[in-house]
């Protein structure tokens, strides 16, 4: 929907109060520290189908968003859906109250999640959130073979020379 179809609607809100499917929804991702702290937050918008979005598509974006560091990086904790779904008759009411945590609800991992069609009004401020918690990353360490002895082996030169007075081979090795 172009701005010029918004801002049109809003001019007839009086007239306009019904719930529209939901075309597109803004993810965030916070990515929290071990002390506790988020220290990072991306978006992106998501495109719904059917009043969903695939449970695919979801661990596809996890699987995409895991933020690595040199030494650290994030492994997903938990998700939670900000869905305003009031009937066009709550509106005032809503309007008149301070902003309810009852439209935050948790996700399932494995599970589609369902976007129920809301009130125009409210398309901006639904989102999903993915939380990010930091872990230390395994310290890998190379193998080393064990045919080998000792890692890089020097290569050996031999060197040999002869004395002219006893006519004896005289051998000096040098590394």
């Given amino acids: 929907m172009s701005w010029i179809e918004e801002e049109e609607k809003l001019l ?7 719930r529209e499917p939901v075309d597109s929804i803004k993810c965030f991702f916070l ?11 991306t978006d992106e918008m ?15 974006l996890i699987q995409e ?15 939670w859906m900000f869905l305003v779904d009031l009937e066009p008759d709550q509106i ?30 409210f398309h901006d401020i639904n989102a999903v959130y993915f939380l990010f918690e930091e872990v ?8 080393k073979s064990a045919l080998k002895k000792g890692g890089i082996k020097r290569h ?3 060197k040999v020379s002869y004395s002219k007075h006893f006519n004896k081979t005289r051998k000096n090795i040098s590394v």
Avoid: H, W
Wanted: charged share 30%; hydrophobic share 35%.
């Fill in 12 to 18: 007839r809100i009086q007239n306009n109060y019904r």
């Fill in 31 to 41: 990515y929290m520290n071990k002390n506790n702290y988020i220290e990072q937050i």
């Fill in 46 to 60: 998501v495109c719904v189908q059917d009043g969903k979005i695939s449970k695919e598509r979801v661990l596809k």
């Fill in 65 to 79: 968003r895991r933020y690595q560091k040199t030494n650290m990086k994030y492994v997903f904790k938990d998700a």
């Fill in 92 to 121: 005032q009411i809503y309007s008149q109250m301070d902003v309810s945590i009852r439209f935050l609800t948790p996700i399932p991992l494995l599970e589609d999640i369902s976007v129920a069609p809301s009130i125009f009004i």
């Fill in 136 to 143: 230390e990353s395994e310290v890998r360490v190379t193998p």
């Fill in 156 to 158: 050996e030169t031999k």
